[in-house]
T-cell receptor
Framework: ELKVEQNPLFLSMQEGKNYTIYCNYSTTSDRLYWYRQDPGKSLESLFVLLSNGAVKQEGRLMASLDTKARLSTLHITAAVHDLSATYFCAVEYSGGSNYKLTFGKGTLLTVNP | SQTIHQWPATLVQPVGSPLSLECTVEGTSNPNLYWYRQAAGRGLQLLFYSVGIGQISSEVPQNLSASRPQDRQFILSSKKLLLSDSGFYLC?????????????FGDGTRLSIL
């Protein structure tokens, strides 16, 4: 059974600071996704990471994937209040021709002025 | 462009009542379709997925069922709701293509059982 662990689960930051969210998973996979969820809303896709060493950046967020370590990171640079949300990583595994995601529990990020 | 619609957005139901949540996708053909539940605003649990009309796979034993009567329609049902069925239900779609694509989520249905 594929397990996905995120840490920290809760993160309170000051604006302007940097921090990293970690996502570990238990079995081999080279497809990992990061999503953002605002309170009471649905999930929005942020990044798709498809190979070892993949790095994607969008604004103040940068995601990377190390498939050998089974680890992905989401780095936040110079945080701003608008980044406050819950961030999920999800790992894809293939059940035959069906592609399913296993989600981490999410990291609730609060950016304080 | 592709869009996904879920309804209703909010639902309050008594224990023991039936349930029907509907999800439709537009702008794509033969999508994979998924139902998730999110309890207490945290992690997502995959309930059902479907790769084609009439093809449903259940991930966890529960009080719910799913059906796919048309290519782009996915329905989540229950004959008798339990208190534990409360949660935020999300429908999602994806397609298999040359490059892996993320799953795209609907706006969700917030279900409260009284």
């Amino acid at each position: 059974e594929l397990k996905v662990e995120q840490n920290p689960l809760f993160l309170s930051m000051q604006e302007g600071k940097n921090y990293t969210i970690y996502c570990n998973y238990s079995t081999t996979s080279d497809r990992l996704y990061w999503y953002r969820q605002d309170p009471g809303k649905s999930l929005e896709s942020l990044f798709v990471l498809l190979s070892n060493g993949a790095v994607k950046q969008e604004g103040r967020l940068m995601a990377s994937l190390d498939t050998k370590a089974r680890l992905s990171t989401l780095h936040i640079t110079a945080a701003v209040h608008d980044l406050s949300a819950t961030y999920f990583c999800a790992v894809e595994y293939s059940g035959g021709s069906n592609y399913k995601l296993t989600f981490g529990k999410g990291t609730l990020l609060t950016v304080n002025p | 462009s592709q869009t996904i619609h879920q309804w209703p957005a909010t639902l309050v139901q008594p224990v023991g009542s039936p349930l029907s949540l509907e999800c439709t996708v537009e702008g794509t053909s033969n999508p994979n379709l998924y139902w998730y539940r999110q309890a207490a605003g945290r992690g997502l649990q995959l309930l059902f997925y479907s790769v084609g009309i009439g093809q449903i796979s259940s991930e966890v034993p529960q009080n719910l069922s799913a059906s796919r009567p048309q290519d782009r329609q996915f329905i989540l049902s229950s004959k008798k709701l339990l208190l534990s069925d409360s949660g935020f239900y999300l429908c999602a779609w994806s397609v298999l293509g040359a490059a892996p694509q993320p799953q795209h989520f609907g706006d969700g249905t917030r279900l409260s059982i009284l």
